[in-house]
């Protein structure tokens, strides 16, 4: 157990919460992870408050469990998995440290969220890369060190993108800078000599950040995070495209990415899309969902401060030609949908309550990474798994998303069900625990493992495992930073 008067040393008394009521909530999430209570939840104000933490937890063996984002939390990783642990909560860090128009980067504390970064950015004439419709209160810092997938695949160049540069307090106490900011010199005297911050790898060759994402706080606590922005455009023109047929909206997304003509890119199906637009329920979802295509491709044609209208009009002109080639047509509206309505909801984040929660109060996705030729065999195999098991697939949302310039696709299925419900909680589960394994022997890559999952998916590689032992053992030799999370 961690030394009650240390702590207070380091943080204040009134920065420590041992209610009851409040260790509940952090004691579970909406994914089917165990309940585990944390000993109390810490709030340091900086860089110095952690790396206190890191150390005092290093004498004592006590569990450390960083989160940055507010409620609520879905996957797991957020709930201790042991008992005795402290939950970190990073969400007072909310130090917008700096916007850097010129170099378009950002850099801020892990207690931003999308709702305060996305208008501090445009402040400076910059907008975010960044995830389709996150909560409000989801931590900025959070969702890059997850490789939460972005919806401009147009400015994704690396799978750990936009993320740029990190400081860190690794599970030994030892506080790190990676890429850009590893120096020489301080953040201050960096700026000074034109430093920005922006190049993610590095030092030298070592791109300590690729450890750091994905890695759901078992290597160390973030304090602070650069990403690379974008500017906004002084002209937007998005389009929809409606269709009954998966590979012709595959084929124009191919298009669309590999001539580089569109900034926000995705598709959805109805079910998703009408989750995302409603905004009365369940009459106003029922009746977007049934004038809505199975599926329906979004996208953004931009132009910028020169030629705006030109580049706009050719690059308009370029992809009617695609379309008529591919056999569909882009549209303004699609029922009572409209390109402008949809463009605004991708650039947000969304409102409350959260997209994902409002058809049924609850939601388990199932995502990984594939390429396209395996994307209708991936949908199939879902689809019947979920018809065998008795999950209504009409009512199954799909959310797919070009990445890393149109490499590879993002799939994932979001699982709609009651949590009061206990049968349909317990179906979504087994349905979860069963197809997974289906998936990934059709081609699904399993990148961001979660939950009850994560160990089953991770040790089919005992190559892997061995490298991230020996990894976690030089950063966290003892063992303290959330403990029992992925193979750890």
Request: charged fraction near 20%.
């Amino acid at each position: 157990m961690i030394a009650e008067d240390k702590l207070v040393e380091i943080v204040g008394a009134g920065s420590i919460n041992r209610e009851q009521a409040t260790l509940k909530e952090y004691s579970r999430d909406m994914s089917f992870v165990n309940a585990v209570k944390p000993e109390c939840i810490v709030k340091p104000g900086n860089m110095a408050d952690i790396e206190e933490i890191v150390k005092l937890a290093n004498e004592t063996l006590t569990p450390l469990v960083p989160v940055s984002s507010g409620p609520p939390h879905f996957r797991g990783d957020t709930v201790p998995s042991i008992g005795g642990a402290v939950i970190v909560d990073l969400s007072g860090m909310k130090k917008i440290i700096r916007v850097d128009r010129m170099n378009r980067v950002a850099m801020f504390e892990p207690g931003v969220t999308f709702e305060e970064l996305i208008p501090a950015v445009a402040e400076e004439g910059l907008r975010l890369n960044m995830p389709l419709q996150p909560r409000g209160s989801k931590s900025v810092v959070g969702s890059m060190l997850e490789r939460e997938p972005v919806v401009m695949p147009r400015y994704h160049w690396d799978i750990g993108d936009p993320l740029a540069c990190v400081e860190v307090i690794f599970g030994t106490g030892d506080m790190f800078r990676t890429g850009a900011a590893a120096g020489p010199g301080t953040l201050e005297e960096q700026w000074a000599a034109g430093g920005a911050q922006k190049e993610a790898a590095g030092p030298s060759a070592f791109s300590l950040y690729r450890v750091i994402q994905g890695a759901q706080g078992t290597m160390g606590i973030v304090t602070w995070a650069s990403v690379r922005c974008e500017l906004i455009p002084g002209l937007e023109e998005p389009f929809l495209i409606g269709s009954s047929k998966i590979d012709k909206i595959l084929e124009m997304v191919h298009w669309l990415v590999r001539l580089r003509l569109a900034n926000e890119c995705f598709v959805l199906n109805n079910s998703n899309l009408a989750a995302i637009m409603a905004k009365k329920w369940p009459g106003d979802y029922r009746e977007i969902k049934d004038n809505l295509p199975p599926w329906v491709l979004f996208f953004n044609i931009a132009g910028y401060e020169y030629l705006t209208e030109e580049r706009v009009s050719g690059q308009i002109n370029d992809m009617m030609e695609i379309a008529q080639r591919v056999g569909v047509e882009p549209v303004q509206a699609i029922g009572r949908v409209s390109a402008s309505e949809v463009l605004k909801a991708a650039q947000g984040s969304s409102g409350e309550p959260y997209w994902k929660l409002r058809h049924k109060g609850a939601c388990h996705d199932i995502f990984f990474l594939t390429i396209y030729d395996n994307l209708p065999g991936l949908l199939s195999t879902m689809h019947d798994e979920a018809h065998g098991m008795g999950y209504p697939t009409s009512e199954m949302g799909i959310y797919l998303q070009p990445i890393v310039q149109g490499t590879n696709c993002h799939c994932e299925f979001n699982l709609f069900y009651d949590p009061e419900n206990q049968s349909e909680s317990n179906r979504v589960r087994e349905l979860s625990d069963r197809v997974i394994t289906s998936l990934m022997a059709k081609g699904a890559f399993f990148s961001r493992p979660y939950g009850t999952s994560a160990r089953t998916i991770i040790n089919r590689d005992a190559a892997t495992v061995a490298a991230l032992k020996k990894v976690k053992s030089i950063l966290d030799p003892s063992n303290i930073m959330n403990p029992g999370k992925l193979c750890f």
